[in-house]
């Protein structure tokens, strides 16, 4: 079953009503119950002292607890026939929800005929990185922003995903608490605390004129982007495991290097009404965003520095006045080679296409709202446009060439049903973009069925089996599959399913399986359910678990 | 502790008069110019710590002279030079991690006159104080996540402050660690969070964390005690905090209109806000807190203040004492107060000027309960046109006890009276309940002009290289707060637009620290002030020693 957002709130309150022994009598009917044992999901230890919360799927705010025992066994009785929602709790684990895999988990169904006395709840162990950042001085680097990245297989594909960010306290402290297992990166960008760094300098004019004045070289510096354990090519990082519970240190030191300098020229924009530059350096799928210094000078040109040399994409946003005296906003995106000194022109950038549309519901009624995103399919880069009262929509920076997904957000229970574009060609629900601006327009729909089924092997109803619904064409469409996790009778439901052809599969070991990579699909998509969705439809499905 | 102060302010202006002091300090900084035909020199010092008055290495000193900043590391013996530095001024700025600037220090910055005679310089560093402190529940086990405020005792413009320095959360062991922290008096306070479940719970003996727990365990800032820290002090502040009963308060609100949105908070008798589990209906106005603990809180309603101000920002209080659940409290919304003016102008001239709205009102709050940490927000009333062209309105005062202060923009004021208050000299009760009366206000224009020039015992010091801060406090008015001038290298500074009367003149190296709004703060320096007599329109010059304060 999908899990509701409420579920993790409930787990993070289970402590408190545990005090309070939920002894009500068992109304007639409530003879079934719910046991098992928790047990560290990495080294199989039963947990004691843990709280368990249950409660009816039907009713979420009905709950009960109850605390492990010495060998990590929990009982709930007097229950109701239904489905139930189990979490658990304890100090130096992560909550979780029964078999929980992503927004997943398991509902333990009770009544007639079912097991639900046997239950083996794995909670896995929660760990901390932390440590200290020093420079080649030994001095505590202060306000470091360190980024943790988790190699993981998230909507059926193996990535590295930001799992959080924070910067290092004034004796270069910091401390990530809270960690499942798995592996991680560890990313450190600073500014050393000698250089100026937080307000914008006005004259880059005459540091040119009075040569001899120049700041001490040594001031003139930059800490590359180094990774665990202190190294600045990602070739050479290190991932750091974490399993069992513990600390992991991962004291970091950092090497100064030379600061690049990066002049720009704006052309006829006077740059002093205000600039805004943000330097992303993206290594593999990490992507880190460096602050510059700016400076600039009233001859129309920008210089960035305080950053080492290396590869970046610059964003660089102006304000300033065009010849008819208006304030303009331009924005510039493009790939930075900075080396030591490096002098940039504007018109090396490479220019967005323009993209605009519409979009409209099949009902005919215009959207309230929302928002559309494409988002480049080997990038994964994505930008957004608000799709305007009148449902139009304009990408305002334009959209560089590129294979978009094209999404519709913040329209809860609104998809997009279908596009059709001029100048760009569409498969499914992907676009390309070319050089050529281009016009979407887009169907939205409501109309969605919904799927309810069982999993089953050689008859008898699978547990925890992850559900897939793919769609015709899955390269193209991965806004059109649907997932769900099997309950402890074996049943399933898929919503917001939108009209087309599908084949469901229910495989048992499919959670760290990269499903959204078709060649990785093939091979299981015979052995799953053909179905033809119309709109509004209601399925009922058998599928055999793989 | 005595602080013998370090002047270094050499400004390279002539003493003929306070048109060059301006001059030279608007002008600071502000022009990019071409230094190329200005001769060059050398700018050298030391960076110390101000406590130990040991060098400190590795520091860096910024340079800033004609818009141009530069930057050097100073050498192991804290030593650092600049070379061809045009003439002209300059201002030295000291970084380390660790140190800090003082307070006393930054009030004149590090400005130079840069020539032929500029001597090496010493830039004085402060170490941070540090607190670090565990918080633990009843059982020992660390409360990770607990909301931690911090708030320092400061003196600004004079008056006695309580100002926020920091807010942050406790680390997964419970443990938190606040630095950069100037000395002073801080006082420290801990939330930890009640969990969803508690306060959704629908059991009815509750229990949670109280609303804070103020250092070391007390319920409220009053009974608090404050942690001292002096400069370069680690500090450790722990706390226990412990679950408590707690309860639900409701009511509801009443007074605004369909197009009215209303809101309302609960504070805590400090003034600080405390967040309950809150629950407001916009419709049918009634309210709840759920998880308050034991104690006595202020509970305030208010209307969205709108921008036309066609309707009237509505607001109302009421004081609560909980020791039990408390239902039908009720809070009726009502306009602020509005006082009319009346600005009555005794010209001298044969052809008086239009004033206009010639002055500026603060209504500073005056708790009849006031202890010193507590502090309410100052009031900045705008002057509305009234009935008539020397009537005015002040609009939404809320109703409570204030000293008043007055600036005229122009001429003097001779008198503010509120029926029989004279505002120069008492605190003023503004009720709902009594008649409002109209603020009256006499201004003259027979100004009076007073110069001081300053000297010091400290053979270097004076001169050109003598600075200070100088105080005219007005006799028989102690809600007026003094006239503040700084003198800047200059030695002399002037007053204008005086009222007539009796004064005394204060000069001080530093007024950092000093209330000097308080006459009793003042009290020990009473025999260093020098007392003048102003008749109408006179220019007076008076000399003032320059007394040595300590923070």
Known sequence: MMKRFCLAALALCAMLSAQQPSAAAPPDGAQFKIAGTLIDAVTGAPLSHATLTLAPVMKRDDMRTVVTADGGQFLFENLDKGKYALSAQRRGYISQAFNQHDQYSTSVAVGPDLDSTSLVFKLRPESSILGRIIDNYG??????????????????????????????????????????????????????????????????????????????????????????????????????????????????????????????????????????????????????????????????????????????????????????????????????????????????????????????????????????????????????????????????????????????????????????????????????????????????????????????????PVSGAMILLVPQDPASNPGLFRRDQSNSDGSFALTSVLPGKYTALALENGWEMEWSNPEVLKPFLPGGEAVQIEAKGKYDLKLKVQ | MFLRIQILLLLLVTASGQGGLWAQLTGFGSGVGSSDDLPKFKVEGTVINAVTGEPLSRAVVRLEALGVPRAVFTSLNGRFEFSAVPQGSAVLTPRKPGYMVSERETQFSYRIAVDASTGPVTLRLLPQAVITGHVEDSNGAPIESAGIKLWRITVRDGRQRREQVAGLRTDEDGNYRVAGLFPGRYFIAVQAQNNLLAMTSTAKAKMGYPAAVYYPSASSLSSATPVQLSAGQVSQADFVVGMEPVFTLSGTVSGYGPGQIAGIHITDLAGEQIFPLTQFNQRTGSFEFRMVGEGTYNIFASTARNQDKSQDFLTAETKVNVSGNIKDIHLALQPGITIPVAIRFESTQQQPERHGTSVRLIFHPRDANSQSPIQAQDIYPTLEPGDGPDRFLLHNIPPGKYSVEVHALKGYVRSVLYGVTDLFRDEVVITRSTSILPLEIVMRDDVATLSVTIHSNDANLNGANLNGVLLLVPDGAPMQPPRVNYAYGMGVSSFNGLAPGDYRVFAFDSAAGIEYTNPEALAPYAADAVTVHLAPYDQARVQAEIVHTTE
């Open chain 1, 139 to 460: 001095e505590p680097v202060a306000n470091a922003q360190v980024r943790l990245f988790q190699i993981s297989v998230s909507s059926g594909r193996r990535g590295v995903g930001m799992q959080s960010r924070l910067v290092t306290n004034d004796e270069g402290l910091y401390r990530f608490s809270h960690l499942p297992p798995g592996d991680y990166y560890l990313v450190v960008s600073a500014r050393p605390w000698y250089v100026e760094g937080n307000q914008i300098r006005t004259n880059i004019q005459s540091k040119v004129l009075q040569p001899g004045q120049e700041d001490d070289p040594a001031l003139d510096m930059a800490f590359p982007v180094t990774f665990f354990p202190g190294v600045t090519e990602f070739n050479s990082a290190r991932t750091i495991p974490l399993g069992v519970s513990g600390n992991f240190p991962a004291d970091i030191i950092l090497q100064p290097v030379r600061a690049a300098h990066v002049r720009i020229s704006t052309r006829d924009l006077d740059p002093s009404r205000g600039v805004t530059a943000t330097l992303t350096q993206t290594v593999g799928e990490m992507a880190m965003d460096i602050s510059p210094v700016i400076s600039f000078s009233a001859k129309h040109e920008i210089e960035l520095t305080g950053f080492a040399p290396g590869n970046y994409k610059l964003g660089l946003s102006i304000t300033g006045s065009s010849e008819l005296g208006q304030k303009v906003l331009n924005r510039f995106g493009r790939l930075l080679d900075a080396s030591v000194n490096a002098d940039v022109s504007l018109e090396q950038s490479v220019p967005g296409v323009p993209v605009t549309g519409s979009a409209k519901l099949d009902s005919g009624s215009l959207p309230a709202r929302g928002s559309l995103q494409l988002r480049e399919k080997h990038t994964g880069e994505a930008v957004y446009a608000v799709i305007s009262p009148q449902g139009e929509f304009e990408f305002s920076q334009g959209v560089l060439p590129g294979t978009y997904d094209i999404a519709v957000i913040n329209l809860p229970d609104i998809f997009v049903g279908g596009i059709a574009a001029v100048e760009a060609k569409v498969t499914g629900q992907t676009v390309s973009i070319g050089s050529n601006p281009v016009k979407l327009m887009i169907t939205l729909t409501q109309s969605t069925a919904k799927i309810d089924g069982v999993v089953l092997r050689e008859g008898k």
